[in-house]
């Protein structure tokens, strides 16, 4: 009794936290308040190492796998599966500081918290890094959760290349993290991961923090047109096969999709094209296509329809599309006995919560097949992601760290059964 009262009494400290979140996002600055740490980089590395100094300053068992997940684990009073609280530490190009640093920095300020106030929980804590979120520099995204998760293989990871052709496997090893414990060694009760909301809806609506239910259905595919290069100045319009002009019909297709299927959201964040010279028609474009929404069936509708959009444009501008996958993950609903222990958790703490679903990718959507997983949102000022002006409250900050805090305790003290 007297445990359990000490440890609904505990809090974070905001200044170490945000210290620490302070530090790691040094690394990899990119000077304009943003953050580029690409996954298997030379500042991931550097990211890592950092992580890896305090997770030892903290006195926790330290586990790297062969895709580099990191994971420290804080004993229990019992050896059963362990309560893991985490997210990523790479960021995309142009990132901010707290997409996925918040999650693991938050998960080793509530360990500091219980080992400051000498608080054994009954079953072990921790916190998981998971490599390579993003999808930015090697796709799929969620590669370290799939790995871990089991539903990705070390070969096949280690066999997807980046862009200038690099593989996972030379990469991870390159940068001295490709570990030796199993992926899935550390046996799990559940996973909590916080996060900032990376959209509008919290910091538009008055603040608080959210429960989030479960992660919207992504699908990514690479688009490759392929046409006839040949002079700007001579070719008559009527027999250009244009490569550039075929893949932007297509993204106007994509675009229009959303006014008729609705929740749809697309985007074409990546496009190169070939030779590139203002004055030749286009040879080649390849883009990306990122489609989301909420539920599968009008997601695979979106895509059937953009693939017959395709083969009309392919038939009208003379020019060959096709398609392959980069990613493609189903709407993932998390356990409803997380969400409510979060929305209590918040209430207890006298913070407004609210329910809602997420916009963006997580890792947690991979552990929600394998174990119990819920999510913590904190606003994110205008709603703004994956650039240098994202921007979360200090105060937010500390209120998601202390909801983690408090149902990461309710997890580790609790009798819920695990799955
Ligand atoms: C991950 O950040 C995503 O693309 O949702
Ligand atoms: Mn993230
Ligand atoms: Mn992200």
Known sequence: MRQANEAANLRISGPRLL???????????????????????????????QLVAWMRELDLEVHIDPIG????????ETDGPAVMLGSHIDTVGTGGRY??????????????????????PRRPIAIMAFTGEEGAR???DLLGSCVWTG?????????????????????????????????????????VELHIEQGPVLDHSGG????????????????????????????????????????ARLMVAARDLTKTISGLRVNSG??????????????????????RHPDDAPLTHAEAQMREAAAQIAASENVTITF????????????????????????RLGYPVRRMPSGAGHDAQMMAGFVPTAMIFVPSINGRSHTPDEETRSEDVIAGANVLLSVALDLAQGDMPGR
């Open 19 to 49: 210290s620490r979140l302070e530090v790691l996002g040094r690394i990899g600055d990119t000077g304009d308040g943003g953050v580029c740490r690409l996954a298997l980089s030379d500042e991931d590395r550097l990211g890592r190492d």
């Open 69 to 76: 997940n990191i994971v420290g684990v804080m004993a229990g």
């Open 99 to 120: 997409d996925g640093a918040l999650g693991v920095m938050a998960g080793l300020e509530v360990i500091a918290t219980l080992r400051e106030a000498g608080f054994r």
């Open 138 to 140: 090697f796709a799929p």
């Open 151 to 191: 539903d990705m293989s070390v070969e096949e990871a280690y066999a997807i290349k980046d862009q200038a052709g690099l593989m996972v496997g030379d990469e991870v090893r390159r940068i001295g993290y490709a570990g030796s414990a199993a992926p899935g060694c550390v046996k799990t009760h559940a996973y």
């Open 208 to 247: 608080g923090v959210a429960a989030v239910t479960g992660v919207q259905a992504i699908t990514w595919l690479e688009a490759t047109v392929s046409g006839e290069p040949n002079h700007a100045g001579t070719t008559p319009m009527d027999v250009r096969r244009d490569a550039n002009y075929a893949a």
């Open 270 to 291: 990546r496009f190169r094209t070939e030779p590139g010279n203002v004055n030749v028609v286009a040879r080649q474009a390849v883009f990306s296509l990122d489609m």
């Open 324 to 347: 392959s996958d980069l990613a493609r993950f189903p709407a993932t609903p998390f356990d409803e006995r997380i969400v409510s222990k979060v929305e209590a958790a918040a209430k």
